[in-house]
């Protein structure tokens, strides 16, 4: 654990931070409410000991203002002189967790410190938990790609780097051609692995990490590119268009003369979009201008402004 020693005494702060580190616990001392709070924001702290009598701010203070401002509970113990019952229902009521009473006593810190470490090691495994279960919930069965709501989540963050740090990115809407009839001919088994197949034809070819591939619905993929313009979605299209015509993954119930599974695509970007709906519109409307122009094909939305 990263533990917080906040206590404007000096002597204070040598003693206690003499006790964590022969625990084996990490301490981060502050001697008051400004160096803590820089600690807080710099970072990862899992315990406080907080001392209530400091200047300036005192630590009842200081606790609130960290309730307020940080949202993860970090427990804080109060260390303090002061054994009147009022300041007992001070501390709890600001946000404490526990008292130990000064002069402190090494036996009762260190038992503190463990109780509290069998609690860290709870939440490692809840936060663990929660990370696994947000990722289900973020994740389409069948091709294991990011589902919806995760398109969401990341789109959100994505067009808030957007708008303050002027960072471009780019989103390519995909759509398999003529997919009923090859699900209709072959059945909904081979359907599905048609589906598997290009989702990992399509995350093959982007970059591991920070671009993001999406099952948008039925045979519809979308992804998202950072720090990408329209030209630089465009070889990524030609990429993975390039790749599925290799792959000659066979499609005999089209309409037209190909008989093989082929995509159409639709680009468009950060910097020609008001909202992030605007954005997935102008995707999807270059898309079925790709449909219209023949399919196996990819429509860029700019182009489809210079023509109005």
């Known amino acids: 654990m990263n533990i917080l020693l906040v206590d404007d005494s000096e002597l204070m702060r040598s003693l206690i931070t003499e006790y964590v580190s022969n625990e084996g616990y990490t301490p981060l001392p502050a001697k008051n409410a400004t160096q803590a709070l820089k600690i807080l924001e710099s970072k990862t702290v899992d315990l406080i000991l907080m001392d209530v009598e400091m200047p300036i701010m005192n630590g009842f203070e200081l606790t609130r203002l960290i309730r307020k401002d940080h949202k993860e509970w970090i427990p804080i113990i109060f260390l303090t ?37 069998r609690i860290f090691k709870i939440k490692l495994k809840l936060d663990e938990a929660n990370e696994q279960l947000s990722i289900l919930t973020q994740t389409d069965a069948l091709t294991g790609l990011v589902n919806r709501r995760g398109m969401r989540l990341a789109l ?32 909904h088994q081979q ?30 993929f979308l992804v998202i590119l950072p720090e990408t313009n329209i030209q630089g979605a465009l070889k990524v299209i030609s990429v993975i268009k390039e790749r599925l015509n290799n792959e000659l993954l066979p499609h005999e119930y089209r309409t037209d003369d190909l008989n093989i599974l082929t995509m159409s695509f639709g680009v468009s970007s950060s910097v020609l979009s008001n909202s992030i709906s605007e954005l997935l519109q102008q995707a999807d409307t270059a898309m079925y201008k790709a449909k219209e122009l023949g399919r196996n094909r990819a429509f860029n939305y700019e182009d489809l402004l210079l023509e109005k």
């Open 156 to 187: 959100k963050k994505l067009w808030k780097s957007s708008l303050n740090e002027k960072i471009e990115f780019s989103v390519i809407f995909m759509d398999i051609d003529y997919f009923k009839p090859f699900n209709d001919g072959y059945g």
């Open 81 to 117: 002189s002061k054994t009147q019952e009022k300041y007992l229902a001070e501390g709890i009521e600001s946000g404490g967790d526990d008292y130990i009473h000064k002069p402190i006593s090494e036996v009762v810190l260190i038992s503190k410190l463990k109780a509290m470490a």
């Open 191 to 220: 359907g599905d692995k048609a589906l598997r197949d290009i989702s990992n034809i399509i995350t093959d070819n982007i970059r591991q990490g920070s671009d993001i591939a999406i099952r948008y619905g039925g045979e519809e």
